[in-house]
């Protein structure tokens, strides 16, 4: 069995948080295609939803066994979404929380 360090309760509860985040984000990303007209769009945008949603909850599992790694990969991924552009101003809410908890207790971290 692999040991991993004490997580605090912050970053249990960030965790969680943002994984909340990423299906509501995926959700009304769905909705919101399956009520346009344009099929074609609904095809290309859901595909990128969906793998960048599994891709955050894979980031958020490594975060979950207090992996430094994950919280830089995880970080740099909404640096680059900032970058890009935002759809939506409530996507970026849950994160800003998970990397905030996660830095803090980033020392904790393997």
């Known amino acids: 069995m692999q040991y991993y360090p004490k997580r605090p309760i912050s970053v249990s509860i960030a965790v969680v948080l943002g994984s909340i985040g990423v299906f509501i984000v995926f959700f009304s990303t769905i909705t919101t295609f399956i009520a346009s007209a344009e099929i074609k769009e609904l095809a290309q945008s859901g595909l990128f939803v969906l793998l960048f949603s599994l891709i955050q909850l894979y980031i958020l599992m490594g975060m979950w066994h207090m992996k430094k790694m994950a919280l830089i990969v995880y970080?740099?991924?909404?640096?680059?979404?900032?970058l890009f552009g935002v759809n939506h101003w409530y996507s970026l809410i849950m994160p800003i929380f998970v990397i905030a908890f996660g830095y803090l207790h980033y020392r904790d971290m393997k």
């Open 75 to 82: 970080t740099a991924l909404y640096i680059s979404i900032l």
